[in-house]
């Protein structure tokens, strides 16, 4: 195993912990709550919501009936989710899925780290969900395979859904593409959403206020921004064109706070119950709705990506940055500018092209790492003939890992 993976169980509160990690990051699982991933971790930062009134207390972690115990972390459930009839998930509270124990290992091949969870059988829905959770050494990403089987005697179709609860105790800023919009809980409209129709850019900005979206994603990301803490957090995920999804669309996102919403022609106030409504953002990502004979299966895989950025938004993401302010030439074309968030260690390089895209230059700029946020503000000397550049990251090997934006000089 490379020194940098590591690998754990310890005795929790409530049963084994298992934790994986590198030198970027560290993730913690609780098997026996649902198989919940309760840290993600970039250096000391953990960016997902730990509910602090179950944070040290012991007991039985099944929830009595009609109780739900919201210990925060992500997992998965499957959607849709309702209350109308059998081919809607009733969760939670769920004794199995979302609380129950989850069988795990943990384990290394000398170049991956991971952490297997399986569900039992729930009779209800028909599934047995798997969850296995991939850390490799240099990076900070995160890859998630997902996968649910049809252990029943009967043809189920569900979607796998994705549920992870981002820290908003700083604010919190949530970016991604998509065609629209709308708001499915919360009796008061949520003003801190919006659909910029020109960039079809969707920005959620956290407000003390509960409420619920389904989103069209348009483009397999989306990017949870705390400012405060110049962290940010990237979900990637695919998208099936003309697929059937849960609510219209492959993105949900549930906003934690105060105020009340409707449910079984119930009014429910957040503010007096039990779980609280501490702030946080439940980023939601389902795959498309399946139908699984006995015996059947489905998969869906998604990613973190988790970096320092210092920046007020985020523009774009690819497979090795996120984007907070684009790479342009300014000053005359004698500065370069931009801020990023990488997902890599690595060496970043500045490349020239001319007029026929023949390299002409490069200009290193040093070696980065996610745990330290990129910004730009380089004072450079152009090449007489360059009309454009790009910014590389290199491995230590000298491989590309990939670009991270480009920019026109003339």
Aim: glycine share 10%.
């Amino acid at each position: 195993m490379s020194k940098s993976l590591r690998t754990r169980v310890e005795s929790g509160y409530l049963g084994p912990q298992a934790y994986i990690s590198n030198d970027l990051l560290s993730l913690m699982v609780m098997p026996p709550i649902g198989g919940r991933v309760m840290e993600l971790s970039l250096g000391p930062k953990n960016l997902l919501y730990v509910n602090p009134r179950y944070g040290h207390k012991a007991g039985d972690a099944t929830p009595t009936h009609g109780e739900w115990k919201n210990y925060g972390g992500s997992k998965v459930w499957p959607a849709p989710q309702g209350w109308s009839s059998e081919n809607e998930w009733p969760g939670p509270p769920d004794a199995i899925l979302d609380s129950g124990p989850y069988a795990f290992e943990v384990w290394s091949d000398g170049s991956r780290a991971f952490i297997n969870l399986k569900s039992e059988h729930d009779e209800y829905s028909g599934v047995t969900l798997e969850r296995t959770i991939e850390l490799r050494s240099g990076s900070a990403i995160v890859r998630l395979h997902h996968k649910m089987r049809n252990t029943s005697q009967r043809r189920i179709r569900w979607s796998i859904w994705q549920v992870t609860q981002v820290d908003a105790a700083n604010g919190l800023d949530v970016f991604m593409l998509g065609k629209g919009f709308h708001q499915t809980f919360g009796n008061e409209p949520y003003t801190g959403m919006a659909h910029g129709l020109a960039n079809r850019r969707i920005h959620l900005r956290y407000e003390d206020q509960v409420a619920k979206f389904a989103v069209e994603a348009e483009q397999g990301w989306l990017a949870s921004l705390d400012v405060a803490r110049e962290l940010v957090l990237a979900e990637t995920f695919p998208i099936t064109a003309g697929a059937d999804y849960p609510d219209g669309g492959p993105v949900a996102f549930w906003v934690s706070g105060k105020g009340t919403f409707t449910l079984h022609g119930d009014t429910v106030d957040m503010s007096v119950g039990a779980n609280g409504c501490d702030p946080h953002v439940e980023t939601e990502i389902m795959g498309p709705l399946t139908s699984l004979a006995p015996g059947e299966t489905s998969e869906f895989h998604t990613e973190w990506r988790v970096a320092a950025i210092n920046a007020q938004e985020i523009i774009s993401v690819d497979d090795c940055c996120a984007i907070g302010q684009r790479l342009a030439i300014t000053d005359s074309s004698t500065r370069v500018t931009g801020a990023f968030g990488v997902f890599y260690t690595g060496r970043l390089q500045l490349a020239f092209f001319d007029r026929a895209s023949v390299k002409i230059r490069t200009l290193d700029l040093g070696e980065v790492t996610p745990l330290n946020p990129v910004v730009l503000n380089e004072s450079i000397s152009l090449p007489a003939n360059a009309v454009r550049c790009s910014l590389r990251l290199f491995d230590n090997t000298n491989q590309r890992l990939g670009t991270l934006d480009h920019a026109h000089i003339r």
